[in-house]
Nanobody
Framework: QVQLVESGGGSVQAGGSLRLSCATS????????LGWFRQAPGKEREAVAT????????YYADSVKGRFTISRDAAKNTVSLQMDSLKLEDTAMYYC????????????????????WGQGTQVTVSS
C-alpha cells in the first residue's frame, strides 16, 4: 500500500514558477515508477513527467520539456515537480501517482497503469 500527499500548488502569473512536492509512504522498490499527471477542466488527464523510484529515467510530455523538472529523493520519500516559465495552459489539477509494478529493463516509466494516486493540488496560471 502506497499513500501519496501532494503540496505546493497555488496561483501564479504566467512566466512564474511553482514547485510541487509529493510525500510518499509505503514501500516503493527501485524499479517502481512515480509520476505527475494533470487534468484541466473539460480535458482528459495527461501525463506530465515520470521517474523511476531510483531517480533514474525521467520522461517529460512534449508540452513541458525544458520547463518542468521531476526529481525523486528516495531518502526523504518525496517526488517533486519544479515548474518554470509557466503558461496559461498549464492551469490544471496536478496529481502525484505511483506504479508499484516491476519495470526492470525499461528506459522510461510507462505513462499508464498507475495504481496509487494522491488527492491532487490545483495550479492556476493567470495573465
Amino acid at each position: 500500500q502506497v499513500q501519496l500527499v501532494e503540496s505546493g500548488g497555488g496561483s501564479v502569473q504566467a512566466g512564474g514558477s511553482l514547485r510541487l512536492s509529493c510525500a510518499t509512504s509505503g514501500y516503493m522498490h527501485r524499479s517502481g515508477c512515480l509520476g505527475w499527471f494533470r487534468q484541466a477542466p473539460g480535458k482528459e488527464r495527461e501525463a506530465v513527467a515520470t521517474v523511476f523510484s531510483s531517480g533514474a529515467g525521467t520522461y517529460y510530455a512534449d508540452s513541458v520539456k525544458g520547463r518542468f523538472t521531476i526529481s525523486r529523493d528516495a531518502a526523504k520519500n518525496t517526488v517533486s515537480l519544479q515548474m518554470d516559465s509557466l503558461k496559461l495552459e498549464d492551469t490544471a489539477m496536478y496529481y502525484c501517482a505511483a506504479d508499484t509494478r516491476f519495470h526492470t529493463g525499461l528506459r522510461y516509466c510507462p505513462i499508464v497503469g498507475y495504481n496509487y494516486w494522491g488527492q491532487g493540488t490545483q495550479v492556476t496560471v493567470s495573465s
